[in-house]
T-cell receptor, first 112, second 114 residues
């Protein structure tokens, strides 16, 4: 029989290009957002976070943008490298409950 | 993350068997969590513990139990394993004193129930 499962959104980029990964979140009361990177066979790794009172935060080669009006989060990776190939998850926290809610993830593939 | 370890890393078992997955952390964090991840899906929370005497159910706790033996140890048990519990299991920790309460994950345990 046919197997049924969910398929992750995918993004394929050339090495050296910039990547933008998007995420829609659900809880307008969430006050903190995190991006995680998960490589094959490994646990999710923290990349960058942003509080709800901010619109933008920059890290090393990564930038997170938050648009609370439309409940949208994005992760920008500059000069994408093969080592950036992974699944990227956004997560939201409503801190009074301290419960992390994960998005479905995006598979990023970097072509040499 | 070497600060959060999980044992075993891989386990194959049969339906009806009792299985325990263990998690240890050296981060000194108060809070610990167990998640499962199925292919193509995000992580779903099974149980969490905010300190040694605190245990809370997550969104998918049926068929699972946990024990917080110490601040550094949090184990997940499957009392009678069934095939749809085949998944990747992740332990995570966080620290209430960190204003953001970011969770840090272990390397995962791949469990297969035949």
């Amino acid at each position: 029989g046919e197997s049924v499962g969910l398929h992750l959104p995918t993004l394929s980029v050339q090495e050296g290009d910039n990547s933008i990964i998007n995420c829609a979140y659900s809880n307008s009361a969430s006050d903190y957002f995190i991006w995680y990177k998960q490589e094959s066979g490994k646990g999710p790794q923290f990349i960058i976070d942003i509080r709800s009172n901010m619109d933008k935060r920059q890290g090393q080669r990564v930038t997170v943008l938050l648009n609370k009006t439309v409940k949208h989060l994005s992760l920008q990776i500059a000069a994408t490298q093969p080592g950036d190939s992974a699944v990227y998850f956004c997560a939201e926290i409503y801190t009074s409950g301290s419960r992390l809610t994960f998005g479905e993830g995006t598979q990023l593939t970097v072509n040499p | 993350d070497a600060d959060v370890t999980q044992t075993p890393r891989n386990r194959i078992t049969k339906t009806g068997k009792r299985i325990m997955l263990e998690c240890s952390q050296t981060k000194g964090h108060d809070r610990m969590y167990w998640y499962r991840q199925d292919p193509g899906l995000g992580l779903r929370l099974i149980y969490y513990s905010f300190d040694v005497k605190d245990i809370n159910k997550g969104e998918i706790s049926d068929g699972y139990s946990v024990s917080r033996q110490a601040q550094a140890k949090f184990s997940l048990s499957l009392e009678s394993a069934i095939p749809n519990q085949t998944a990747l299991y992740f332990c995570a920790t966080s620290d209430l004193s960190e204003s953001t309460d970011t969770q840090y994950f272990g390397p995962g345990t791949r469990l297969t129930v035949l």
